[in-house]
């Protein structure tokens, strides 16, 4: 009689063999294809994981197949904390996929390396909206942020195409959520969250369950915290803008704190710290050293009320948890607050939110034009349609619809802009998470916080805002090769609308960026 460890033997071995022979055939697959010269693949790489994404481009990538036979799409789904580091391997090796995501790992100094500029590409018309509102629409205008997630603005190019949108939301466990309530009615403010969060934890006391109000992680904790911390500082960043925009950028933020007209000890500063704790609290303990998939197990598993998280994991969410799940706008407390509203200007609005991700045709790659050409079909109104349903993401594409599951993520386009948080480089950053545990611990707080980080916080500030100054002293110095470029080509030919376009930009860049460089160099200069 076959005992229990020679069955599990048989079975790994068999489960071994199995996923060898899969292995070995795809490998053989590839190896014909390779010397097949009537099939042509194409490679397209990504980090995105989450279901639906890669669900969808291979079902776009089989109805490009049958409209064009001997052409075989490939798509390698690579674990995005390995990314950085494979992505630089395959483009420093000339091993790189026809088309890769370009974001994690790649810069603008990579981009101009190792990918193609489809600047001119953009301006045309995108064949594969024949027949559609969109037909004899330049393909840059089709997308619905007119594809500025593909533009690189320090070099003044087009390098991608991007395939996705994004925006961040709450989800609920309708069924833990009638279980706590007696009802599925969602919080509508940041203090009703706050009650919810609280009868969550009373319920638990009362019960002996191990639930939680909110799922938090390393990984999307600070989509809410950072939410809640940058509600506080709009009005705070109108007034250290010194143009009086809504909006003040990281390296005038770092120059504000050495010159003192800001600190942690600032009002607004104080009221975001206060929320960023008050919320942190109703996180299991220790989420701060918790990875992206720890919380959203917990949460799958009915033990957590509450989870903020973009709408890129809606379709792992819902297929993957055994309830039913509401969705809602992250909380910030209104302009009529009793104790943040004055410093807040009203709800965020999401009118930036842009696509992301943009695919780029690598320089090794050996079928640059279909590469192009399969990105073109893929963003267009029939397939981005079929993306969008496949995927259950936000469509990128002027007319196409979201899924009915993913409705809640349409951006909101009234309100204003978001705050500022204190991230003003690596080093400041490195300086607030090496002390945020101390604004969750159940013996500190904001006082104890602001006095572990202030001092670091400033040395940071000024290390970040060297670091900008080296950065762009040397991309400057670049960009005047580029615009030396730009002149000899207009002047060989003067008629060509693309050339005067693309030396306009550089010039007007450069002459903004020698400016601004100029100003921030005078200014850290003058402060001891």
Do not use: C
């Amino acid at each position: 009689m076959i005992n229990r460890e020679k069955i599990l033997a048989i079975i790994g071995v068999a489960l071994l063999l199995g996923t060898f022979s899969v292995s070995l055939l795809k490998v053989a697959r590839r190896a014909v294809d390779q010397r097949d010269p009537s099939i042509r693949v194409i490679r397209i790489a990504h980090w995105q994981l989450e279901d639906g994404a890669s669900t969808a481009i291979d079902a776009v990538a089989r109805e490009y197949e049958r409209l064009h036979p001997g052409v075989r799409i490939e798509q390698l789904r690579i674990p995005e904390r390995v990314y950085p580091n494979w992505v630089t391997t395959q483009l420093v090796g000339g091993t790189a996929p026809d088309l890769i995501q370009i974001g994690k790992g790649i810069d603008s100094e990579r981009s101009a390396r190792y990918f193609r500029a489809i600047t001119d590409e953009v301006l045309l018309p995108n064949p594969y909206n024949r027949g559609t509102p969109l037909e004899g629409m330049p393909w840059r205008d089709t997308y619905v942020d007119g594809m500025i997630g593909g533009f690189d603005d320090a070099l003044q190019d087009y390098y991608g195409a991007p395939l996705f949108m994004a925006t961040v939301r709450m989800y609920a466990n309708l069924g833990l959520l009638r279980q706590v309530t007696g009802s599925t009615e969602l919080p509508r403010s940041l203090d009703e969250l706050l009650a919810l969060s609280d009868r969550v934890e009373e319920h638990a006391r009362r019960t002996g369950r191990a639930i939680v109000p909110i799922a938090g992680s390393k990984y999307n904790a600070p989509i809410l915290i950072e939410r809640l911390f940058r509600s506080t500082t709009q009005r705070f960043a109108l007034e250290l803008s010194t143009s009086r925009q809504m909006t003040i950028g990281p390296d005038l933020l770092a120059l504000g704190l050495l010159r003192e007209d800001w600190s942690l000890r600032s009002e607004p500063i104080q009221a975001g710290l206060t929320l960023a704790s008050d919320i942190g609290r109703r996180m299991q303990p220790g989420f701060l050293h918790l990875a992206r998939e720890d919380a959203t197990f917990l949460f799958q598993q009915g033990r957590a009320l509450f989870i903020a998280t973009g709408s890129w994991d809606a379709t792992t969410l819902i297929q993957g948890s055994s309830f039913r799940i509401g969705v809602f706008d992250l909380p910030a407390p209104s302009p009529q607050h009793p104790e943040y509203g004055r410093f807040v200007l009203g709800r965020h609005s999401e009118a930036s939110v842009r696509s992301y991700g943009p695919f780029g045709i690598t320089r090794t790659s050996a079928h640059p034009e279909l590469a192009l050409d399969f990105m073109r079909f893929i963003t267009s109104a029939p397939y981005n349609q079929l993306f969008a349903d496949k995927s259950g993401w936000l469509p990128v594409i002027t007319g196409v619809k979201p899924s009915p599951a993913i409705a809640p993520f349409a951006p909101v386009f009234e309100g204003y802009p978001d705050g500022f948080f204190l991230n003003m480089g690596p080093d400041t950053l490195r300086v607030v998470e090496n002390n945020l545990h101390i604004l969750f611990s159940p013996a500190a707080g904001v006082e104890q916080f602001t006095a572990a980080a202030e001092a670091p916080l400033r040395r940071a500030a000024r290390g970040d805002l060297a670091r900008t100054l080296r950065i762009r002293n040397n991309q400057i110095g670049r960009a005047d090769l580029v615009v030396s470029a730009e002149e000899i080509l207009l002047g060989l030919h003067p008629d060509d609308a693309a050339s005067a376009r693309r030396a306009h930009g550089q010039h007007e860049r450069q002459f903004t960026s020698e400016i601004h460089h100029a100003h921030l160099s005078g200014a850290l200069e003058s402060i001891r």
